[in-house]
């Protein structure tokens, strides 16, 4: 069972016996969902995007985040921890839920993928303290260069507000300012398994594959 690297004696919201948790991280641009949805096929995780959960929520009628989630997007800043940590709780039970009402648990749906995040260190802890503590942090690490140029091709077709070279740069800052002490945090916990994602989708997934499957059957 995992334990926090966030000392607390409450109750987490999820039983870390049964839940458990992932989270991804490397810069905008690094594969980090590319490599996701491999995973999901390999192990049959629930996937869940940080970012994909905040633009729903941006464009949800009756939300009262909406415009303060589309002006943190557009300057590449974090939305406030509540917000996120609240969402991905809200997808977590539903997905569970789903889960139940069909076979019953089934192995597999108990685990999470957590996508882009924590991008910060008070998202992380807020997470770990109250609702489930993560098992490892998978890194994907590159260059700014080929992240760069991997988002620019995505914002081509990816419809994305964010997908252009100014807001790309801020999110390069904020990656460095703000995501990098969380991964630096869990590293010394042991806690994270840094891949290089320069190489092809293929070979970055051996990697990904083997991370996870140490911690899935050591
Ligand atoms: O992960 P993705 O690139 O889709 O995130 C897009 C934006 O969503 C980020 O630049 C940030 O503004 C916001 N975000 C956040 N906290 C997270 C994940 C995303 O504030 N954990
Ligand atoms: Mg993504």
Same mark, same amino acid.
């Given at each position: @069972?995992?334990? #926090?690297?966030?000392? #607390? ?7 870390? $016996? =049964? ?10 641009? $690094? ?29 949800? /009628? ?5 415009? !303060? ?8 800043? *974090? ?10 709780? %809200?997808? @977590?039970?539903?997905? *569970? ?28 802890? @807020?997470?770990?303290? /109250? ?5 490892? *942090? ?19 077709? #990816?419809?994305?507000?964010?997908? %252009? ?19 630096? !945090?869990?590293?010394?916990?042991? =806690?994270?398994?840094? *891949? ?12 990904? #594959?083997? $991370?996870? @499957? ?5």
């Amino acid at each position: @069972m995992t334990t #926090s690297v966030f000392k #607390s004696d409450k109750k987490t919201f999820f039983d870390p $016996a =049964k839940v458990t948790v992932f989270f991804i991280l490397g810069g905008p641009g $690094a594969g980090k969902g590319t490599q996701c949805a491999r995973l999901v096929q390999d192990f049959g995780f629930s996937h869940l995007s940080a970012g994909d959960l905040l633009r729903a929520e941006q464009v949800r /009628e009756g939300s009262e985040y909406g415009e !303060l989630i589309r002006t943190c997007i557009r300057e590449g800043t *974090i939305v406030p921890s509540e917000v996120t940590v609240n969402l991905l709780k %809200n997808a @977590m039970a539903a997905a *569970i839920a789903e889960d139940h009402e069909g076979e019953g648990w089934t192995e597999g749906r108990g685990r999470f993928l957590i996508d882009g995040f924590p991008r910060k260190l008070d998202q992380a802890e @807020m997470f770990e303290v /109250e609702i489930c503590p993560a098992s490892l *942090i998978l890194f994907f690490d590159t260059t700014e260069e080929v992240m760069l140029a991997r988002l620019l091709e995505r914002g081509k077709t #990816s419809g994305r507000e964010d997908d %252009n070279v100014e807001s790309i740069k801020k999110r390069f800052r904020t990656y460095k300012e703000q995501t990098m002490p969380v991964i630096e !945090l869990y590293e010394k916990y042991n =806690k994270v398994a840094q *891949i290089d994602s320069t190489a092809s989708i293929e070979e970055v997934h051996k990697h990904a #594959s083997a $991370a996870v @499957m140490k911690v899935l059957a050591p």
